[in-house]
């Protein structure tokens, strides 16, 4: 259950700030909503209490069924492969080969996975991709590892793999289980939308979405089962963070500077969920217009604030969370700031 | 002079509203403002009395001297270069090409260019660029076009041409003088950003930028010499839409099947500015977040609003004003629409 009785306030203005020159030329507005794992709110800024997608971010939660199935033992799932399931990837060669890798294991090919194709979303993979003549395949796929998570879960379930994507197979059923046990809500009629992978995404308030990433930080009070499950991803996240984004991502940097104090996954339309294990709390992050520039720094801007930050952290993600703008002639123009009141 | 006396109301709120499934997933807030030629202020919503930085939405003004000078006469300067010389292009071979021919006409090379280099903003011309084996040049910088407009302006004008991205270069400076004559105002203490091309990029309120777009669309009050110089810029984006952005571009698209009723131009951080000849009015628009998609969805529905748009328009820009939201499977997910207040 929520409780606000330790919030500080509901209503704290979050904004990021684009600046140019003398100027502050964009400005994004953002919600964010910190949580311990007995529900208890830290502090929130704006709205928490509205759905909202959570789009990719909610993934490492969507990978514990392929743990707690017992899927990932019996098909001697990596590390690498767990990182790689809870990953909104780049499409780089080391994402596509592990997952071509994965389903040949668990003997099936990129054809079954049913999340669509599109080229690698890092633009020097996808220029190389092209250089070598070939099309992008459904591995490429950002989601390809997470679909490929799904399908051996299925396929050790003995499920019928087809239609794994759709919200009433067992495979979505078994998240939904997921997410309803961690932010103690019933999401029968949860505003659902379909997400760029094409399975359902659920709309969930920031506010239990950061009490599900506080469990996911402090499984103490779940199953051993479950704990052990949300422990392993963690691992596996921070020892293989190139498997969750890839080159020039802050997913990446942060995951492996932080070297477990922060388990961390970027949604689309600007939605950042992080996990901090050794305090047990959990953050959610919205970036009302979507942008993910704002999420990143909103990220940012909390994790200094929870004091979280060495400075090999920094290091690592400050070109992302604290960026300085430079154009096309690698002049500084500009930078992007949070403005927290908190 | 701006005149406010008949502004509905300078508060209106106008927002964008992006919506997957059922729930609206992100939204973006928007300041426009309608202008006619003496100043007179139709609508406006929001904050328009806050200097913005245009970017590259002013190209169109920034090309007047261009023409103003007697050099585009004077080199032969085609249709098709003069529309070039307004773009923020895709970086795709037709640009290219036409960039190398200009430059080559008036004794320059590529290397002349001072906007530095950027793979092509068309994915597909930057795969196809990798694919011949090449590395992109300052010609396939979105803006090369622009800084040939510069180039040529300099050579005809015996000036030198080294350093003409800076501040205190007469290019520049004759550009200030430009925007000060259109927009009434007296920029000398206006802030100055550095754009992605390098050159000044000057913030002016969106009230004058509408102002200015209103002039260029009814050059009436102008000399005879500015207002042809307009009238022909006009033309050459209306004739070359290809020219001014490129495939799968709604500056092409809609300065394409508007056939010279609407004369509009995308600028990066959520500016776009849009004249109407036939009307003699000017539109000035900034998504306050700074993204494209909501600044495209409110012309749309601004140019909707002013009643400019017949079935042949829409068909050509609806994909990008009144977007629907396919996945990577090409399920329809969603929307993105305007809410208007007018």
Known sequence: MINHSSSKSASLPFTVAVS???????????????????????????????????????KPLQALPLVESGAADAFDVTEKELSLACASHNGEPIHVEAVTNW???????????????????????????AVSGQEPSAAHNN????????????????????????REHAVQQRIVKVLEDFTDLDLSNAPVGIDGCSIPTIAIPLQNAALAFARFADPSTLTVARATACKRLQKAIS?????????DRLCTALNGAAEGRVVAKVGAEGVYLAALPESGIGVAIKALDGTTRAAEVALGAILEDLGILDEH????????????????????VGEITAVIDS
Not at 150 to 162: D, G, N, Q, S
Not at 239 to 246: D, L, S, T
Request: charged letters at 20%.
């Open 103 to 129: 389903l040949n294991r668990i003997g099936l090919g990129i054809e079954a996975l049913e999340c669509g194709c599109h080229w690698p979303t890092y633009d020097p993979a996808a220029r190389a991709l």
């Open 239 to 247: 020892k293989y963070p190139e498997m969750i984004a890839g080159s």
């Open 313 to 332: 952290v920094h290091r690592a993600i400050d070109p992302y969370v604290r960026p300085i703008l430079r154009n096309r002639n690698d002049i500084v």
């Open 143 to 166: 989601c390809s590892g997470k679909h490929s998570g799904f399908l051996c879960t299925a396929v050790h379930l003995k499920e019928t793999t087809t239609g794994y994507i759709h």
């Open 20 to 58: 140019r020159g003398s100027m502050v030329e964009s400005h994004h507005l953002v919600a964010a909503a910190i949580c311990d794992s007995t529900g208890r709110i830290l502090q929130s800024w704006g709205n928490v209490e509205s759905p909202v997608y959570l789009r990719s971010a909610i």
